[in-house]
Nanobody, 119 residues
Framework: QVQLVESGGGLVQAGGSLRLSCAAS????????IGWYRQAPGEQRELVAT???????NYADSVKGRFAISRDNFKNTVYLQMNSLKPEDTAVYYC?????????????WGQGTQVTVSS
């Protein structure tokens, strides 16, 4: 099992910045992709950014140039630096982790952290 603990959410004015962190514990061997998803009220959960074990990144078009994802493989922690925040970035942000167990890919989710951007 893997436990994910997110932190760093909060209330910020438009144009401000926040940094989210997600620390993984438990069975953290063979972690592949780690990423962030978000879900706004009444909307489906959507990908924000992911990063592979080798450091390759993938971003949603809506956050490119404003958000940066990074990971510390030693600490089993992923970060999301969010700059130039907009009210439409308001959502619950969820950490997501994929771990390989033999031929099976296991997926884990954090409990979510609220990000609210005021106009």
């Amino acid at each position: 099992q893997v436990q994910l603990v997110e932190s760093g959410g909060g209330l910020v004015q438009a144009g401000g910045s926040l940094r989210l962190s997600c620390a993984a514990s438990g069975s953290t061997s063979s972690i592949n992709n780690i990423g962030w998803y978000r879900q706004a009220p009444g909307e489906q959960r959507e990908l924000v950014a992911t990063i592979s074990r080798s450091g390759s990144t993938n971003y949603a078009d809506s956050v490119k140039g404003r958000f940066a994802i990074s990971r510390d493989n030693f600490k089993n922690t992923v970060y999301l630096q969010m700059n130039s925040l907009k009210p439409e970035d308001t959502a619950v942000y969820y950490c997501n982790l994929e771990r390989q167990a033999a031929s099976i890919t296991l997926v884990y989710w954090g409990q979510g952290t609220q990000v609210t951007v005021s106009s």
